[in-house]
Every structure is written in C-alpha cells, then in structure tokens.
C-alpha cells in the first residue's frame, strides 16, 4: 500500500494525474470503430494523432473482444498489430497492446510495445503470465469471467463490487506467484465485461473499492452500451458526451488511467477539470 506522500508511478509514468490511454483497434469488427483503418499506415497514423492529441498510453488490439465476438487466431491477430506497434514504437510512443495470446506478447514486446493489456488477466493463455515475468514489462490485469462469446451469460452476482474485486485479487496473486514485479502491476474491474448495465454503474460508483489496494486502476468505459443505455443513444459512435462524463466520474473516483476512442475530447475536458481546482 502507498503512504500519503507517495507518488505512483507505472509503465515510466508518474500517476499524478489521470493518464489517457488511447484506443487504436485494427480489427474489421469492433463495437465501435471496426474496420476504420485501412492497413497499417493508416492505423500509423492514427496513433501519431492520438500522440498528438493528448494520449500517454496508445493501445492497439487486433481482436474485438465485444459481446459474442469470436476468437482470432494469434497469427491473424500479429499481421494486424505487428506492423503498427513497430511503426508507433519507433516514432518514440509509448505502446499497448491488447492481447490475450503469449505468441503475440512476445511478438509486440519484440516489436516495440512496452505494455501487455490483456482482458482475461492473464487467463487465456498458460504461458503468457511466465512470458510478462520473464519480460519485466507492465502488465494490465482485467477481471472477465468466461470468454467474449460467452460473458454475457457470467453477469450474475450478489455483491458485484465485493466479487469482482476477491476475483482480481486473485488474479493479482496468481501473477505475483508467477514471478510478475508488484510494481508492473495495474488493475481494471472490467467495465461491461460480464456486467449488465447497472453492474458496471455500480463498479464505477465503487471505485475506490479497487484504488485502495495500491495498483493503478484502468477504466474503460468509452462508448460502450451502458453509455447509451443511460444516454438514450443506441449509436456507439454517438455517445462521445456521455463516455466524457464517464471518464471525470472515473477519474473523480481515483483512476490512474482511462481507456478512450476520443483522446482529444478526453484531454480537452481533464484540462478543463483541473483549471477548475487552480
């Protein structure tokens, strides 16, 4: 646990402030922006803007991992994220990826990435857990039960912020068991990952359930079907103002990281937030 006058720090990052963590999908299907990027250049270039936008973290995914989304296979998953974590590393970036496979881990850590941000908390895969030790790299651990195809089924609980954050702690034990450094370590409850609508409301409403164990807390709640179920906007693309609002209530409730589609609204309106209290 942190004393009062410890400052957190992850990833080379000093959590001071809520970082911004920008979401660079490469895959035809996500929720929101599949298939926006037409090949690696483009994706390149997203992620400079991003950069340029505001970003600390760029998180690229070659996967959809929404609701009922099937697997890909981690060859598939490396042609779609390889290119464009060599490219945004090289430009100096700071790079995610999101993956649940330890072939493309390792490819990306390879490639340039520093981060490994993985939905299933290092659960998917057997050897991934051994692969982050060895690595010494930064490590998102997410709380998920079951897979994508089959969440949605696991959303059921008696206390959603008591059992979500037992699972994560077990989560956070089993990595430490397996070699991975306390200080790589950050968490994320897994806003809408096995959690109805009123489950996710209720984990950011309890937030502070999970900032007070001493890991940094990511959050990503961007556009996702909560959002438009309290905002009546069944479009994902459309739910900007509500995701702004979610991302301060996230930050207000003591995240360290936000995971967002719209790094330029997000930084605008952290900048705004914090001139309010100078």
């Not at 697997?71 to 999101?98: H, K, M, N």
């Amino acid at each position: 646990m942190l004393t009062s006058h410890e400052t957190l720090h992850w990833a080379g990052l000093p959590l001071d402030r809520t970082r911004v963590m920008g979401i660079l999908n490469v895959t035809p299907d996500s929720f929101s922006d599949g298939g926006r990027h037409g090949g690696p250049d483009a994706a390149v270039a997203a992620g400079l803007a991003m950069a340029e936008d505001g970003a600390d973290i760029i998180d690229i995914g070659g996967e959809s991992t929404r609701p009922g989304a099937p697997a890909v296979p981690p060859e598939i998953e490396q042609e779609r994220v390889i290119p464009v974590v060599r490219g945004l590393s090289r430009a100096g970036l700071c790079v995610s990826v999101d993956t649940r496979n330890a072939a493309t881990m390792r490819a990306a850590l390879d490639a340039g990435a520093t981060i490994i941000n993985d939905v299933s908390g290092l659960t998917h895969d057997p050897e991934a857990a051994a692969l982050v030790a060895t690595r010494d790299c930064p490590v998102v651990l997410m709380h998920m039960r079951g897979t994508p195809a089959t969440m949605n089924a696991m959303a059921t609980y008696g206390d959603v912020i008591a059992e979500v954050r037992a699972e994560l702690l077990a989560r956070v034990e089993a990595a430490l068991a397996a070699g991975i450094d306390r200080k790589n370590i950050a968490i994320d409850p897994g806003i809408g990952f096995a959690k109805l609508a009123e489950q996710s409301r209720a984990l950011l409403r309890g937030l502070p359930a999970f900032t007070g164990l001493g890991y940094p807390v990511l959050i990503g709640l961007s556009r996702k079907s909560f959002i438009g179920a309290a905002g009546l906007e069944p479009q994902a693309d459309r739910r900007l103002g509500g995701s702004l609002a979610g991302a301060v209530f996230a930050a207000l409730r003591g995240a360290s990281i936000v995971r967002v589609h719209d790094v330029r609204e997000t930084v605008q309106a952290f900048r705004v937030w914090h001139s309010l209290f100078d």
